[in-house]
């Protein structure tokens, strides 16, 4: 009776083990995808951008990525499309960047300052007087 209940033990971990593995391959196989297509985009982006647009691309990133996902998106579709004629320098890729601003409803935004958060009430300061 031991041995039989031992062996479904057994066989329900070796289940469990190989699903385990089967999901860590699937993530893997994603994983390994994105890069691929990370590397698709690096690539082509090399291609159609000179340095300083590229650098310029790389700032963007920093500040604002989904609008810099979007600018990437667009000129990778406007190089499949053969909409570029070579290289984009910097002047040319600010122009791009300044018409995708027009397009783009612009989102102002505002710092406000609480200042009984903050605790930095001067009517609250005893001077001694």
């Known amino acids: 009776m031991e041995d039989a209940e031992l062996q479904a033990l057994r066989q329900q971990r070796l289940n469990q083990l190989q699903t385990e593995n089967a999901g ?3 993530n893997a196989q994603k994983q390994e995808q ?13 291609q159609v951008l000179d340095q300083e647009a590229r650098a ?9 990525p989904e609008k810099a996902q979007g600018v990437e998106a667009m000129i990778i579709r406007m190089a499949q499309m053969g909409q570029l004629g070579g290289k984009l320098d910097d002047t040319q890729f600010v122009s791009l960047l300044n018409q995708v601003n027009a397009q783009m409803p612009s989102q102002k935004s505002t710092v406000k300052y609480d200042r009984r958060r903050a605790a930095i009430d001067s009517d ?5 007087c």
């Not at 994105?34 to 090399?46: A, P």
């Not at 310029?56 to 604002?64: A, E, F, V």
């Not at 609250?124 to 001694?128: K, L, M, N, Q, V």
């Open 34 to 46: 994105l890069q691929q297509q990370e590397m698709m985009k690096n690539s082509i982006l090399s």
């Open 124 to 128: 609250d300061e005893d001077y001694g």
């Open 56 to 64: 310029r691309l790389n700032t963007l990133k920093l500040s604002k």
């Open 24 to 26: 860590a391959d699937k």
